[in-house]
């Protein structure tokens, strides 16, 4: 099993930073198809893409973030981090990470990220 401890969230105004991080622990030896990732769900909304980091490194975020944020990890801590800058209150949600291997995938149990304007 693994798990994942999201931590970072909090209260910023518009325009602000804050950055996210995602420790896994437990089995977290993967073979093939390692893929890492950030979700957010806001109140009374369904849970959308916000960024993800492949095994070759590879990246993508939403349309709604590009531009602002920034998807990275730390092999060796076992981290995936992200970087918010220029923050909107339309950001505010609760924050997820989403580690998958192959067909398995797990989900931490978030971070509140709640922007004022």
């Known amino acids: 099993q693994v798990q994942l401890a999201e931590s970072g969230g909090g209260s910023v105004q518009a325009g602000g930073s804050l950055r996210l991080s995602c420790a896994a622990s437990?089995?977290?030896?993967?073979?093939?198809?390692?893929?890492l990732s950030w979700y957010r769900q806001a109140p009374g909304k369904e849970r959308e893409f916000v960024s993800g980091i492949g095994e070759d490194g590879s990246t993508s975020y939403a349309d709604s973030v590009k531009g602002r944020f920034t998807i990275s990890r730390d092999s060796a801590k076992k981290t995936l981090y992200l970087q918010m800058d220029s923050l909107k209150p339309e950001d505010t949600a609760m924050y997820y990470c989403?580690?998958?291997?192959?067909?398995?995938?797990?989900w931490g149990k978030g971070t509140l990220v709640t922007i004022s304007s």
């Open positions: 989403k580690r998958a291997c192959g067909n398995l995938y797990w």
């Open positions: 437990g089995y977290t030896s993967c073979w093939y198809g390692l893929n």
